[in-house]
């Protein structure tokens, strides 16, 4: 039979009715045939307000803690009550015995008032473990054979609390010694996704948004047939569909140009999460909860030919363009280095660099440290700096087939003033920086331009033909 480890975020198991799609979501895979591993992060908002909850009491605040919580206390036993019938009394008191507990740390660090990094991540595995179970019993209730795994007895981390690193090796050995008798026996495992623990035993977590990495950590190890990661849109979109309403589906994307979508602002999922699926070469569908007959993207290694040299167009904005220009920078060397020193030293990443003799300009988010960077930089050379800039980018693997597209993409922007090109450094996108009021009218000519025609084996026409 064939294993689907289906992940499932927090807005798919926001409340009962959430929880009653993803159980007959997950029920239409047993009828095919299929053997589910099910990963669910916690409900919506959760972990924010455990982080929150942790917070004021390390500030001595008990009360306004104490609240937060009694306010989880209540969604996760309405959540119970209205998904669970049966046996109502071990679900309730699952869930009290939680809060309890949790609410012993919230009261233990009003007292110490010191949050380390590892009781936060003790506070905030109480979502996942909470969502888990109360999903466990409600898909019981529906007729599946559930069985409620612990996640940190599986994915085992080393010890950098809140974003821990997986161990390859130990979490395969607990997926066989975990989950594998658990498919054996035709059950059904769901687990948390995010939280871990460490060898020794100690809750770990792979940092904010990690279910996704659970998902495909638990497929690599069990060697799953396919991922499935289940959000609240239909996958990949050849652009955003609120400034381009004839935006198109991806049905299916290599991974590095998920990869590059990801980074450059796409936010449906981080691939970085997904490469221990990719590394075993199990292809990740993404797909929607609130719309599961949409076939969503499926994101593979190698990418089939497309007669389109994109496969989408991401835009980031917010950013701010530092021109470096200086005399000195001729003929000398370990200029760049002394730049790059400065932003280091300051923590910010740079998105795109282009240099000419005498200058170097460098993109990056719009933030506070921009002054003080400026400043440390003009020890270097005369520094300007200019906010409210976006980045456009085009990605696709057939780029590196194509002539002519370098003077394709700006002929589709021709009105439009461009301050920065980079192109190569990947071969598969090619980005440039506008002013960030021009960005919307960019996307809209370049998508107008490069998604008039689209393959129909890449790209879902039927539903802009239906919209039609
Ligand atoms: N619940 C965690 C978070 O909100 C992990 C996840 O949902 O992926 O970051
Ligand atoms: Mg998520």
């Known amino acids: 039979m064939s294993v689907v480890v289906m992940k499932f975020g927090g807005t798919s198991v926001e409340d009962p009715a959430a929880i009653e799609r993803t159980a007959g979501i997950v029920a239409g895979r047993v009828a095919a045939g299929k053997q589910p591993v099910v990963v669910v992060s916690a409900m919506s908002k959760v972990t924010d307000q455990l982080l929150r909850a942790a917070d004021e009491a390390s500030k001595g605040h008990r009360n306004e803690a104490i609240e937060i919580s009694t306010q989880l206390r209540e969604r996760h036993k309405t959540t119970a009550a209205a998904l669970v019938k049966n046996n109502t009394a071990e679900i309730h008191a699952f869930i009290d015995e939680h809060f309890n507990s949790l609410d012993e740390i919230l009261r233990g660090l009003a007292v110490i008032l010191e949050l380390t990094p590892r009781i936060s991540d003790l506070i905030v595995s109480f979502g996942e473990r909470l969502s888990s179970r109360i999903i466990t019993s409600a898909f019981a209730e529906r007729g599946l054979n559930a069985a409620h795994v612990d996640a940190r007895e599986v994915i085992i981390t080393d010890s950098q609390y809140q974003k821990a690193t997986p161990l390859d090796a130990p979490i395969e050995k607990r997926a066989e010694e975990k989950l594998r008798p658990l498919l054996n026996a035709g059950q059904l495992p769901v687990m948390g996704g995010f939280i871990a623990s460490n060898e020794a035993g100690i809750t770990t977590t792979l940092g904010r948004g990690g279910s996704d990495f659970t998902g495909a950590l638990v497929g690599g190890a069990l060697n799953a047939d396919e991922i499935e990661i289940w959000t609240d849109v239909n996958g990949i979109m050849t652009t955003d569909p609120r400034i381009c309403p004839d935006a198109l589906r991806v049905k299916v994307i290599s991974f590095e140009e998920a990869a590059e979508l990801a980074y450059f602002g796409a936010k449906v999922l981080h ?198």
């Open 271 to 468: 691939p970085a999460t997904i490469l221990p699926a990719v590394k075993k070469n199990i292809p990740v569908a993404v797909l929607n909860s609130r719309n599961p007959s949409n076939e969503g993207t499926r994101i593979i290694s190698l990418a089939p030919h497309c007669k389109s040299p994109f496969k989408s167009i991401a835009v980031k904005k917010r950013l701010s363009i530092i021109d470096v220009v200086a005399s000195r920078m001729l003929m000398t060397h370990g200029y760049m280095k002394d730049i790059f020193t400065i932003f280091d030293k300051h923590q910010c990443p740079v998105d795109m660099v282009s240099t000419s003799e005498v200058s170097v300009s460098l993109t990056v988010d719009s933030n506070e440290k921009l002054p003080l960077i400026a400043a440390d930089l003009s020890e270097l050379a005369d520094v300007k700096y200019e906010g409210r800039k976006a980045l456009i980018c085009l990605v696709g693997e057939d780029i590196r087939g194509h002539n002519g597209m370098a003077a394709a993409v700006f002929n589709a922007i021709r009105h439009i003033n461009v301050r920065m090109i980079s192109q190569g450094a990947s071969e598969i996108n090619m980005s440039f920086m506008i002013d960030e009021d021009d960005a919307e009218e960019a996307i809209r000519s370049l998508h107008a331009t490069f998604f008039k025609d689209p393959d129909p084996a890449i790209f879902d026409v039927d539903a802009r033909k239906a919209a039609l």
